[in-house]
């Protein structure tokens, strides 16, 4: 299975951006779906963003779209999520995952999940 490590979490006041990165090793990366997840404090964690294999194609939940953008880089192995215009709900741990279904959105289709980066929004 592919190993994978999210980092570029933090500390940012609203309606400012942060990048999060995701190192991925092992397994060839471009064989992967990858999706961002997130849990907020004392919630369940629930879907961001997702790309297909070769980064064509991308989906997003509702509450981060024209905010957020998902991309890779399939040469460096490297997943990214773009966050701009943040906002104090944005506030989460955030993980990155793998998944060999072609547009996975639930928790169910990823198989192997980083151990997250805090991101807090500050008003």
């Known amino acids: 299975q592919v190993r994978l490590a999210e980092s570029g979490g933090g500390l940012v006041q609203a309606g400012g951006s942060l990048r999060l990165s995701c190192a991925a090793s092992?397994?060839?990366?471009?064989?992967?779906?990858m999706g961002w997840f997130r849990r907020p404090p004392g919630k369940e964690r629930n879907f961001v963003a997702s790309?297909?294999?070769?980064?064509?194609?991308?989906y997003y939940t509702d509450s981060v779209k024209g905010r957020f953008t998902v991309s890779r880089d399939n040469a460096e192995n490297t997943l990214y999520l773009q966050m701009n215009s943040l906002k104090p709900e944005d506030t989460a741990v955030y993980y990155c995952?793998?998944?060999?279904?072609?547009?996975?959105?639930?928790?169910?289709?990823?198989?192997?999940w980083g151990q997250g980066t805090q991101v807090t929004v500050s008003s």
């Open positions: 092992g397994r060839t990366f471009s064989s992967y779906a």
């Open positions: 995952a793998a998944s060999t279904y072609w547009a996975p959105s639930s928790e169910r289709e990823f198989l192997s």
């Open positions: 790309i297909s294999r070769s980064g064509g194609n991308t």
